[in-house]
């Protein structure tokens, strides 16, 4: 079955820090891929996606790329910020066959210092 | 625009009591998702709706669990009779079309 494999958490690191947090899936169709972020108390929002091979997702400053080669989908940002703290999730749904659930990842926990 | 609604928010119930959690999806949207999260086993899908009719409930734990969307703008997850593992923070979401999914703030059950 579809599978969604992300960097164990937590994460710390210094304001404007480069960041990568990877991701790699495992689906039998073609998925597209999401990157959803939970800030405390909140539910799940989508941060950003890309539903075919090489498109690159972008918001906020944060970018991931769809690398079908290498079945991965890291998020990136090139300078963090105290209010990028959250937990981040990897996920896929392969829609193309008939079903739209998503595949979540375990999820990344970051925290920023300032 | 109002997001999906949750209530309650927070719920304290004690072991062998009914719980039912209730859920208002955004207005238009033809999906809606059920999930629970937990520090052990993440977030989990425990059903999806589309057009009220469920389509998966492979997530859905054992009989206890039932889940009801009577019509396009209501969803219920009722829990009957609720144990302490059931204790975790269950979420509502809501899509049109295959789109982007749409979290509620979530409902945080403590079962003593």
């Known amino acids: 079955g579809d599978s969604v494999t992300q960097m164990e958490g937590p994460v710390t690191l210094s304001e404007e820090a480069f960041l990568t947090i990877n991701c790699t899936y495992t689906a039998t ?25 090489d498109d690159k997702g972008s918001n906020k400053g944060f970018e991931a790329t769809y690398r079908k080669e290498t079945t991965s989908f890291h998020l990136e940002k090139g300078s963090v910020q105290v209010s990028d703290s959250a937990v981040y999730f990897c996920a896929l749904s392969d829609v193309n066959f008939g079903n739209e659930k998503l595949t979540f990842g375990t999820g990344t926990r970051l925290t920023i210092i300032p | 625009d109002a997001g999906v609604i949750q209530s309650p928010r927070h719920e304290v119930t004690e072991m062998g009591q009914e719980v039912t959690l209730r ?78 999914q749409f979290f509620g703030p979530g409902t945080r059950l403590t079962v003593l």
């Not at chain 1, 169709?29 to 890309?50: I, R, T």
């Not at chain 2, 949207?29 to 059920?34: A, D, E, G, T």
């Not at chain 2, 009577?70 to 829990?79: D, E, R």
Request: charged share 20%; glycine share 6%.
């Open chain 1, 29 to 53: 169709g073609y998925p597209s891929l999401f990157w959803y972020v939970q800030y405390p108390g909140e539910g799940l929002q989508l941060l950003l996606k890309a539903t075919k091979a």
């Open chain 2, 23 to 100: 859920c208002k999806p955004i207005s238009g949207h033809n999906s809606l998702f059920w999930y629970r999260q937990t520090m052990m086993r993440g977030l989990e899908l425990l059903i999806y709706f589309n057009n009220n009719v469920p389509i998966d409930d492979s997530g859905m734990p054992e009989d206890r669990f039932s889940a009801k969307m009577p019509n396009a703008s209501f969803s219920t997850l009722k829990i009957q009779p609720s144990e302490p593992r059931d204790s975790a923070v269950y979420f509502c979401a809501s899509s049109l079309a295959r789109n982007e």
